[in-house]
């Protein structure tokens, strides 16, 4: 009887252990501040705005962005030197109690993620 009350104490810490882990990734998962979002809804649900829709149909239901930048990034990428440039530009909005980040690239959606800090 004693061997078995034994063999249970020692698997104890490792189920617990296991335990512990899985909650702490659970944790961090629900605590991270930047989610990567698929889509933004509008109209009770009826417009979506992804990646890959168009800016007009952000700035249809959003207005112009509470802040915006440009970065000028290479698109073909030659052997010394780039051949082409483009400019990708990041916007951000308040909104849904959510702030968001949008990357917008050639009148495109390309990224959404969004924060509630």
């Given amino acids: 009887m004693d061997r078995a009350l034994t063999k249970s104490k020692r698997n104890f810490p490792t189920r617990f252990s296991w335990v512990g882990l899985a909650c702490g990734v659970m944790l961090v998962i629900m605590a ?56 990708l530009e990041t916007w951000r909005y308040h909104y849904d109690e959510r702030n968001w980040t949008i990357k917008v690239f050639d009148g495109v959606i390309r990224e959404i993620e969004w924060s509630r800090f």
Avoid: K
Wanted: hydrophobic residues 30%; aromatic residues 8%; charged residues 30%.
């Fill in 32 to 87: 991270s501040t930047v989610v990567h979002a698929s889509s933004i809804r509008f109209d009770n649900g009826r417009v979506h705005v992804r990646e890959g829709s168009p800016v007009t149909l952000l700035l249809e239901y959003m207005g112009e962005p509470a802040y915006r930048s440009e970065q000028e990034i290479c698109l073909d990428q030659g052997r010394d030197e780039c051949r082409r440039w483009g400019v």
